[in-house]
Nanobody
């Protein structure tokens, strides 16, 4: 069973950048599509970005398009979320999630219900 651990969160100022990491243990991530989600205080958890099993396809939420980039390193069994031009509205707990993707190497998903495996989250706080 894959276990996910996020890291890289912290307190930054508006306009700064951060890179979140999602390290996997227990199994290789090569067969898993990955997603990033976030939950701000008092709000529902929402989709941020996804990357396909092969890494050939990515998809971002409109609110982060052009600012966030999702990537993966199979050798390190790790997925990343590079965040630039951070804004106070990006403040949230960020979660990575995994979904077994046997049929397609290029498919992504924005649906939380498609991801059965979740990390514990990492806090990102952006001050104005």
């Amino acid at each position: 069973q894959v276990q996910l651990v996020e890291s890289g969160g912290g307190l930054v100022q508006a306009g700064d950048s951060l890179r979140l990491s999602c390290a996997a243990s227990g199994s290789t991530l090569r067969m898993y599509g990955m997603g990033w989600f976030r939950q701000a205080p008092g709000k529902e958890r929402e989709f941020v970005a996804a990357i396909s099993r092969s890494g050939s396809s990515t998809y971002n939420a409109g609110s982060v398009k052009g600012r966030f980039t999702c990537s993966r390193d199979s050798a390190k069994n790790t997925v990343y979320l590079q965040m630039t031009s951070l804004q106070p509205e990006d403040t949230a707990v960020y979660f990575c999630a995994a979904r077994l993707s046997l049929l397609s190497s290029s498919q992504t998903s924005t649906q939380q219900s498609d991801y059965p495996i979740w990390g514990q989250g990492t806090q990102v706080t952006v001050s104005s």
